[in-house]
């Protein structure tokens, strides 16, 4: 189905401030909106297809945030992350039974992080680093919380599957410091700290978005034993609860470290070819 994006597609023709005023108060869907919208897009209803992208251009730019300094502008990220919304919209099938956004919060990672990858050469960052930036992040706090200390680059690099200079290389691409008070955006006079310093504002909906990954996530997790499901809530925090190490569970289970550890990957093996695996994958990175 072909469908004319520019409506929904963040231009350079206006500045990024007046952007998010645009779309601040658009409102959410409910999943019985989702569900009729999904159903009239694939019958090509373009209004439809506007309607269910529009509802969550916000969450877009809560994730852009999170890639602002690796080799894109906020903007360009933006862009990206509202075609990767797009393409999800078009796929999206509501008979599955999971809200909207646990889907397509994979396919917006996924478009921001193939535009940083594509874009690296022109920053002399190798191709692919953007993606080895974002997992190198990730293992760190996993790593961090399981350990109890900062790890080191052979442990990071043991658990990626990269060599040490391989690691040493992306963790010198994420050191590079960027000024909050570098000028940014279309008219290049505001700083970037005008353009991330308003968490506190976007957090309802930011919260919205992981309440509604918690709810699809607790139906996923209701099906497991009890056991499996303590470890996976205690480890990940999910429910709001603070993430505990894998020592920590073990104590409280009467399980040793090693143990744990096992029943959480052979748990979330199951789970991610399970079809409830999107819904999962979503919340954790999220």
């Known amino acids: 189905m072909r469908v004319d994006r520019e409506p929904i597609r963040h231009s350079g023709e206006i500045s990024l401030d007046i952007y998010l005023k645009q779309i601040h108060d658009i409102p959410l869907l409910t999943r019985a909106d989702e569900a009729d919208l999904a159903r009239r897009i694939r019958a090509g209803e373009e209004e439809a297809l506007h309607r269910l992208v529009e509802s969550n251009l916000r969450f877009v730019v809560s994730v852009a945030k999170q890639y602002a300094g690796q080799g894109l502008s906020l903007t360009d990220l933006i862009n990206e992350g509202n075609i990767g919304l797009i393409r999800a919209a078009e796929r999206f099938d509501e008979k599955r039974g999971f809200k909207f956004i646990s889907y397509a919060v994979w396919w917006v990672r996924q478009a921001m992080l193939q535009a940083l990858a594509e874009q ?5 960052v190798p191709l692919n680093r953007a993606t080895t930036l974002y997992r190198l992040g990730k293992v ?5 919380q399981d350990l109890g200390r900062e790890p080191t680059v052979e442990e990071i690099a043991e658990r ?4 040490r200079k391989e690691v040493r290389g992306t963790l010198d691409i994420a050191n590079v410091p960027l000024s909050m008070d570098e000028s940014y955006g279309e008219d290049e006079e505001n700083p970037l700290r005008d353009y991330l310093r308003d968490e506190e504002a976007d957090a309802p909906d930011v919260d919205t978005y992981r309440r ?15 056991r499996e499901r303590q470890i996976l809530v205690r480890y990940f925090g999910i429910g709001g609860q603070e993430p505990e190490t894998l020592e920590r569970i073990g104590e409280r289970l009467e399980l040793t470290r090693e143990r ?4 959480k990957e052979e748990t979330l ?3 991610r070819s399970s079809r409830h695996g999107q819904a999962l994958k979503s919340y954790l990175e999220s």
């Open 140 to 144: 760190q706090q996993r790593l961090t």
């Open 120 to 124: 690296s050469r022109i920053f002399r």
């Open 260 to 263: 744990i550890r096992q029943i």
């Open 269 to 271: 093996q199951k789970l």
């Open 212 to 226: 509604t990954l918690g709810e699809d996530v607790a139906e996923v997790l209701d099906g497991l034993p009890e």
């Open 160 to 163: 990626l599957k990269l060599s």
